[in-house]
């Protein structure tokens, strides 16, 4: 099963073949919406904005392990994520696409793991995207006519607010290629959870840094967001036909991600969050 997390201005997606939307309880409080359930070209997928319909989600309140968890509960395998970025290159823009492969994580008001007191993993995180997905994401971006740019580091702030300009700045400097508010911790959640992950985001406008735009302006984001949303659905309508009908192991490991992860002696284990992550890391859990 594919799952499909939309950001800001992809609230939806056409073409799936007995869609529904189902709820779908997670111990870790509820997920963003209902998930939209169908199939394309016969391949399961399953659709969650990640703000929500109508967008009522701050990036700082999206429930993130509640729509990592829920999604893996469903029997997703694969996950690609769609979100708005901000462009820090003067190479990728507004329009363009971008298929992410590194992090830079500077959000810090957010629950940012499945493990805790009683249950500790350290998962491996050097290569945050699985390459696999990302090859089939440029595949599908391109047949959908758009520019794509493939590799580039997305700067994952807090928010709600724009950077300043001194941050922008900054970030540049860093070798950030684009900006956003929720990328992180969705990343390393799915990671935790060994589904693959591929992030396609989508410049709406250069950051402040650009002589040409001394500032942010929400009103030119939602328009250039609502002209990429037919790009992003029919990226998304591409994605099985890709992939294929058959799931084999992940050549890069993302699917077995837990296998040295757990640190707790198992009669160390806290009962309870052991039975919470029943979903995330039953396959390491069990037995």
Request: hydrophobic fraction near 40%.
């Amino acid at each position: 099963m594919i799952g499909v997390i939309g950001g800001s201005g992809l609230y939806r997606i056409e073409g799936l073949e007995g869609a529904s939307w189902v709820k779908v309880k997670s111990p870790f409080g509820k997920p963003s919406d209902e998930i939209l359930l169908g199939r394309i070209g016969g391949i399961a997928v399953a659709f969650l904005p990640r703000h929500g319909r109508g967008h009522v989600h701050t990036p700082t309140s999206v429930p993130y392990r509640a729509n990592i968890d829920a999604l893996k509960r469903l029997g997703c395998t694969d996950v690609i994520a769609v979100s708005a970025v901000g462009s820090l290159r003067e190479d990728y823009r507004p329009g363009d696409f971008v298929i992410v492969d590194q992090y830079i994580d500077r959000t810090f008001a957010r629950e940012k793991s499945f493990f805790g007191p009683g249950l500790v993993g350290h998962v491996g995180f050097a290569h945050p995207t699985c390459p696999r997905l990302g090859d089939a994401c440029e595949a599908a971006a391109r047949a959908a006519g758009v520019t794509v740019h493939r590799g580039g580091t997305y700067l994952a702030m807090e928010g709600p607010q724009f950077s300043t300009l001194a941050e922008s700045r900054m970030y540049r400097a860093w070798g950030a290629d684009v900006i956003g508010m929720t990328g992180m911790p969705e990343a390393k959640l799915a990671r935790e959870a060994e589904l693959c992950y591929a992030s396609v985001a989508m410049v709406t406008d250069y950051d402040c840094w650009h002589p040409d735009h001394d500032a942010v302006d929400v009103a030119q984001v939602i328009a250039t967001l609502n002209a990429n949303a037919g790009h992003a659905r029919d990226l998304v309508a591409a994605l099985p036909g890709l992939l294929g009908p058959d799931r084999a192991p992940c050549p890069h490991g993302c699917d077995r991600a837990l296998d040295t992860a757990i640190m707790t002696a198992p009669d160390k284990r806290d009962a309870d969050l052991v039975g919470m992550l029943d979903a995330v890391a039953g396959r390491v859990l069990k037995g």
